[in-house]
């Protein structure tokens, strides 16, 4: 577990030639965190995951406060995947007294969960822009689970010339479908189970897709119609170009994927799917 201060020292120690992979978390770790802790192993020589949960992506009645906090279970899952290090920065090494510079995404950042959630992702993209500043890895890996972020966090490296490559890994979900989150621990046995609907929605999209089935409208609805039967509020479920995230038109001709948000109870959950075109 270390610091700032200790994360500088421990990359002296290391073989100047190794290849650093970088797994930035807010913890609360599950079998999705660790799937990028397996995926940085085999792409890179050394891994180092860093737990903060960052305040300034949370809105004022959002979750900072009840954020799950499993420090010790984390350390222990980190240490028994194998992990080289564990970068733990406080709130006032990331934030120091009059910290006052933000990145700010104008188009990507808009749709989906930032119009829902306007400060969200001026929040993530600025704790990510300062973690890989700090660690300073040679590849970044995030979840497609959080498919909008991870298109982000690629576009501001791009944007940025960051030197860093970013890979995008496939969402771990649970047997019968629910992708894993650390948030899936605030619902209520009931809710649980509601909260299949969104991947039953999206496998049923899956199906009408496979079977040729293009109009945008007739994806979008079927799965509002699963999630709604099973109590769950949708937030917005849209379909985007794959590369970009522009809307995608009345019909599909590119790569594109759906991105939706769901409430069960007071618990917000998020989902996606790509859509491939061969
Ligand atoms: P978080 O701790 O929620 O900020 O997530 C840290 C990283 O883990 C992000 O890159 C997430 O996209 C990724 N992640 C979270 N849940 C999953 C999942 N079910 N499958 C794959 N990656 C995930």
Not at 104 to 129: I, K, Q, W, Y
Not at 200 to 224: F, P
Not at 233 to 245: G, K, M, P, T
Request: hydrophobic share 40%; with cysteine.
């Amino acid at each position: 577990m270390i610091s700032v201060k200790e994360l500088q020292q421990f990359k002296r120690g290391l073989a100047s030639e190794g290849k650093i992979g970088f797994v930035p978390t807010m913890g609360a770790l599950h079998e999705g965190h660790l799937s990028l802790v397996q995926q940085a192993k085999k792409n890179c020589d050394h891994v180092i995951v860093s737990i903060f949960v960052n305040p300034k992506q949370f809105g004022p009645s959002e979750d900072f406060a009840r954020y799950p906090r499993t420090l010790d279970a984390d350390c222990q899952l980190l240490s028994q995947a194998g992990v080289d290090a564990v970068f733990l920065p406080l709130a006032g090494e990331v934030y120091p007294e009059g910290f006052q510079t933000f990145v700010v995404n104008s188009d990507m950042s808009r749709g989906f969960c930032g119009e829902f959630r306007p400060h969200f992702f001026g929040g993530v993209l600025t704790v990510v822009l300062k973690l890989l500043n700090m660690v300073g890895a040679n590849e970044v890996f995030f979840g497609k689970k959080d498919y909008q972020q991870y298109k982000l966090v690629a576009r501001m490296v791009d944007d940025f010339s960051i030197p860093v490559i970013v890979t995008g890994c496939p969402t771990v979900r649970e047997s019968d479908g629910l992708a894993l989150s650390s948030r899936n621990k605030y619902l209520t046995e009931e809710e649980r189970a509601q909260a299949v609907s969104i991947s039953s929605g999206l496998n049923k999209a899956l199906a009408l897709w496979k079977a040729g089935e293009r109009k945008t409208l007739a994806l979008k609805s079927v799965i509002e119609k699963t999630i709604e039967a099973a109590s769950g509020r949708v937030e917005y479920c849209e379909l985007a170009d794959a590369s970009n995230l522009l809307p995608a038109p009345e019909k599909i001709s590119t790569n594109a994927v759906i991105l939706l948000a769901a409430y069960f109870g007071q618990t917000r959950l998020i989902d996606n799917l790509e859509l491939t075109v061969v």
